[in-house]
């Protein structure tokens, strides 16, 4: 069963633009990750924030977590054409890793 | 480091056969996990194997499904008798423990007619 929530479903922006992805989850977590997955491929890990983090930066990825609205939100800023894939959080609640639905991202040239 | 190896890539078989998942996690991993992904259900955790041990099962389907880790270095994904509706990718990721991210595999795509 999935944990975590993304919103929106699907993101289409222009290149330059920034994005900005949203997961909800449900129950307490020891971390939250975000990951990419390109048409047919693997998932890459992006980002880890953990319980006791507000806020974590990577390149051109900014995360925040907020554990009192159990929620989560990905930035990704100056998008780019390659930057187009689907990407997931994940809730790492102690046992299990569990996966959201996705959100996919397009970025037009 | 090669990375997280999947085999196959892809597979067809036909509805009953046995099929075989293969993958080698990154070494000095020391936990394993097989998902399933598929567009209705997305991404579903299978099993996971922490020092080859096998932790939580409970999000393997049916008895048709069973995983072993006989080392640290290898695990298996049988499915058997397999069924159309086993049709998806299946993903095998590793990390060095709980708390680090995950490194996936390029996933098998299995295709059961």
């Known amino acids: 069963s999935q944990q975590g929530e993304e919103d929106p479903q699907a993101l289409s922006i222009q290149e330059g633009e920034n994005a900005t992805m949203n997961c909800s989850y449900k129950?307490?977590?020891?971390?939250l990750q975000w990951y990419r997955q390109n048409s047919g491929r693997g998932l890459v890990h992006l980002i880890l924030?953990?319980?006791?983090?507000r806020e974590k930066h990577s390149g051109r990825l900014r995360v925040t977590l907020d554990t009192s609205k159990k929620s989560s939100s990905l930035l990704i800023t100056a998008s780019r054409a390659a930057d187009t894939a689907s990407y997931f959080c994940?809730?790492?609640?102690?046992?299990?890793?569990?996966f959201g639905a996705g959100t996919r991202l397009t970025v037009k040239p | 480091d090669a990375g997280v190896i999947q085999s196959p890539r892809h597979e067809v078989t036909e509805m009953g056969q046995e099929v075989t998942l293969r993958c080698k996690p990154i070494?000095?991993?020391?936990?394993l996990f097989w998902y399933r992904q598929t567009m209705m259900r997305g991404l579903e955790l299978l099993i996971y194997?922490?020092?080859?041990?096998?932790?939580?099962d409970s999000g393997m389907p049916e008895d048709r499904f069973s995983a072993k880790m006989p080392n640290a270095s290898f695990s298996t994904l049988k499915i058997q008798p397999s069924e159309p509706r086993d049709s998806a990718v299946y993903f095998c990721?590793?990390?060095?423990?709980?708390?680090?991210?995950?490194?996936f595999g390029s996933g098998t795509r299995l295709t059961v007619v």
């Open positions: 990721a590793s990390t060095i423990s709980r708390g680090h991210g995950y490194t």
């Open positions: 129950t307490s977590i020891n971390n």
């Open positions: 924030i953990r319980s006791n983090e």
């Open positions: 994940a809730t790492d609640a102690y046992n299990d890793m569990r």
């Open positions: 070494s000095g991993h020391n936990s």
């Open positions: 194997f922490n020092n080859n041990v096998p932790i939580d």
